[in-house]
């Protein structure tokens, strides 16, 4: 493994189109992990898998969003309608479900809507 | 979790060391404390974390105070690549909670 994987890295899209961003996590880790950061911000947790199972939502990924992993490997998040307010970086990260390894973030996939 | 506090920037002479303090007095006795960093348009880099003891690795040091209310990040011999903004959080127990980012110290490494 070269460690955690995401595509793409760059998307431009124009208010109210569809978009889904992919993401490959480290082969042996359980838990995929998805935040946003904007700009000057820390990055802010939206939503966690353990294996295939979804295990919190942030109340920040409104109805819009939507994260799935299944068979418990990639996963991918969906924003459907996007809005302006919807650019940010979308960073996945995973670890192992115990032990203290620390958290593998991607470079994350930069979203600029227009 | 716990809320932690960071001095927003911090300067650094390269080869000199980087001292990064962070507070978090409401920290629980289970939890904690880590510490990333994020090169600019980079996700960020799991550093260290510990829980009472001090701590080094490869990259850094960590020293907590005895009653755990503060931390101290150090990285012993700074470079140009060190420049980045780093972050304590503190979480509760193992890998698998959840990290909640604050904003971070951003460090300048000059020459």
């Known amino acids: 493994d070269t460690g955690v994987s995401q595509d793409p890295r760059h998307k431009i899209t124009k208010r109210g189109q569809n978009v889904t961003f992919r993401c490959d996590p480290i082969?042996?880790?359980?838990?995929l992990y998805w935040y946003r950061q904007t700009l000057g911000q820390g990055p802010e947790f939206l939503t966690y898998f353990q294996n295939e199972a979804q295990l919190e939502k942030s109340r920040l990924l409104s109805d819009r969003f939507s994260a799935e992993r299944p068979k418990g490997s990639f996963s991918t998040l969906e924003i459907q309608r996007t809005e302006q307010g919807d650019s940010a970086m979308y960073l996945c990260?995973?670890?192992?479900?115990?032990?203290?390894?620390?958290?593998?973030f991607g470079s994350g996939t930069r979203l600029t809507v227009v | 979790d716990a809320k932690t506090t960071q001095p927003p920037s911090m300067d650094c002479a390269e080869g000199r060391a980087a001292n990064l303090p962070c507070n978090h007095s409401?920290?629980?006795?289970?939890?904690?404390v880590y510490w990333y960093r994020q090169i600019h348009s980079q996700g960020p880099q799991y550093i260290i974390h510990?829980?009472?003891n001090n701590e080094t690795n490869e990259m850094a040091s960590l020293i907590i105070t005895e009653d755990r209310k503060s931390s101290t990040l150090i990285l012993p011999h700074a470079t140009l690549r060190d420049t980045a903004v780093y972050y304590c959080?503190?979480?509760?127990?193992?890998?698998?909670?959840?990290?909640?980012f604050g904003t971070g110290t951003r460090l300048q490494v000059t020459l």
């Open positions: 409401t920290i629980s006795g289970n939890e904690y």
């Open positions: 510990g829980l009472k």
């Open positions: 990260a995973s670890s192992y479900l115990t032990g203290n390894y620390g958290y593998t």
């Open positions: 959080i503190v979480a509760g127990t193992g890998t698998a909670s959840k990290l909640t």
């Open positions: 082969s042996e880790h359980n838990r």
